[in-house]
């Protein structure tokens, strides 16, 4: 999904287990700035992680969380077996938790 749609993203954020070299490198080749934290094996390690911007890193929670409310709400299976049609089922999931969010917001 990641090279499906590079041109259309400028950061990645993700958390310790995206660690990977080729992963970041791949990422700056493309033109897509990765803000993924290292796992600290030493002191260089932790100040990589000291320069990430804050700001930016915390969009990956907040991220994680709409995914705990649509697995909570929608569950957390997906019925399909082939990769497209699971994508599509995901997406519908999606659409249909922000049409809900928009008849919530809009009730008094």
Known sequence: MLKRNLEQISTITADKGYDWDDLRQFLRDNGVRP??????FDSLDRAHNARLDDETYHRRSVVETVFRVLKQRYGD????????????????KCAVKNIDASFNSATP
């Open 77 to 92: 299976r997906l019925a399909s077996r082939c990769w497209y049609r699971q994508f599509r089922e995901f997406i519908l």
């Open 35 to 40: 803000v993924i934290k290292h796992r600290e």
